[in-house]
Nanobody, 122 residues
Framework: QVQLVESGGGSVKAGSSLTLSCSISRFMFNKCGVGWFRQGPEKERELVSS???????TYAQSVQGRFTISQDKARTMVNLTMNNLEIDDTAVYYCASEAGYHDYCLPSWSYWGQGTQVTVSS
């Protein structure tokens, strides 16, 4: 099955930048979505950003203008560059992917990485 491994988390000061990377293997659904999610303390999991095979992207309102998602041509690496980090960005960040069949992409997130911790302090 698809495997995803996150890296790049750490502890940083508010206002700084950090880039997370999601390494993807055995992902053959070239049109389907790869997303970054996060779950902060006492918060529900939320979709932060996503990117698709046609390079369309989505961003949560809370990170619009601060975060940028990108992918390499082979879609083996999806990065999330986070600028102007805020304390409320503290969370475990997960990457996930959709599954597909032929030309169809399932409207759900089927595969997940183990997560990487991002801690932002003042």
């Amino acid at each position: 099955q698809v495997q995803l491994v996150e890296s790049g988390g750490g502890s940083v000061k508010a206002g700084s930048s950090l880039t997370l990377s999601c390494s993807i293997s055995r992902f053959m659904f070239n049109k389907c979505g790869v997303g970054w999610f996060r779950q902060g303390p006492e918060k529900e999991r939320e979709l932060v950003s996503s990117i698709y095979g046609n390079s369309t992207t989505t961003y949560a309102q809370s990170v619009q203008g601060r975060f940028t998602i990108s992918q390499d041509k082979a879609r083996t690496m999806v990065n999330l560059t986070m600028n102007n980090l805020e304390i409320d960005d503290t969370a475990v960040y997960y990457c996930a992917s959709e599954a597909g069949y032929h030309d169809y992409c399932l409207p759900s997130w089927s595969y997940w990485g183990q997560g990487t911790q991002v801690t932002v302090s003042s």
